[in-house]
């Protein structure tokens, strides 16, 4: 009887209970792994040598339980706008012509091209958004920004723009980058729909890093202020484990 009544009592105090955690109703952490896209208007220095540009690239972010992030950026700066198209000059005909060995009129194309490594840090802010990890992001970063003029020959019949002599006109210049970026994140209850846009600004710190400019006679060591301003896309795909189910008594 005392037997009996004791497992009795204890069924009514202890009863089963259920703990879990998703991203559809809690902040966890996870890894973000993403491409994204950009729409880039020059300022400062760039703004001279450069038009507007595309950058595209890849990312890798963790998110944090407490909604704070950490992650690197990678991208590709590229576009077919080169406003300091003058550096030829100096091997060019008075009518603006590159004659090659073949003694015909030589096809010379003019790019831009680079590219910009970022480590960032920021955080989330769950103002809005289907779950308690969507929100309003924001993030700051340092890093490396380059870009160069890309000289590219039909038929690289021009001794004058080989791949060395190239470097004497192509302005490759480098510096230390800071961004700066404000986006909406969207991570969807399932994995599939998960994206983020926002306004992203880029200050960097160039200067020219060739040696010699051939056209000009002489080494370029100007200091430069390069400023992007963009608006980004990005889709991404989060890494993170099924809830578990855990069974306790209380």
């Not at 198209?85 to 060019?92: E, K, M, Q, T, V």
């Amino acid at each position: 009887m005392k037997l009996r009544l004791s497992i009795f009592l204890f069924l009514c105090f202890v009863h089963p209970s259920y703990s879990q955690k998703s991203v559809k109703d809690s902040a966890i952490a996870f890894t973000m792994l993403g491409a994204s896209f950009q729409y880039q208007k020059p300022g400062g220095d760039m703004a001279d040598r450069f038009g507007d540009n595309f950058n595209a690239g890849g990312f890798l972010n963790y998110k944090f339980a407490n909604n704070w992030l950490i992650g690197l950026d990678g991208n590709f700066l590229f576009a077919d706008k080169v406003k300091e198209d003058g550096i030829l000059d100096s091997i060019a005909t008075n009518q603006g012509f590159i004659i090659g060995e073949s003694g015909e009129y030589a096809k010379v194309y003019l790019y831009e091209r680079g590219f910009q490594f970022t480590l960032k840090a920021g955080k989330l802010f769950n103002l809005f958004g289907p779950n308690k990890n969507s929100g309003l992001l924001v993030t700051a970063g340092a890093g490396l920004l380059q870009h160069k003029i890309k000289i590219d020959v039909d038929k690289d019949d021009v001794p004058e723009l080989s791949k060395e002599y190239k470097k004497g006109y192509d302005r490759m210049s480098n510096g230390l980058a800071l961004t700066e970026n404000i986006s909406y994140l969207y991570c969807g209850n399932k994995r599939l729909l998960n994206f983020m846009i926002g306004i992203e600004c880029t200050q960097a710190f160039t200067q020219n890093r060739r040696s010699y400019n051939f056209d000009q006679r002489a080494a370029d060591t100007k200091k430069r202020v390069d400023l992007l301003y963009g608006i980004r896309v990005g889709w991404f795909f989060p890494l993170y484990r099924h809830a578990v189910n855990s069974f306790y008594y209380n």
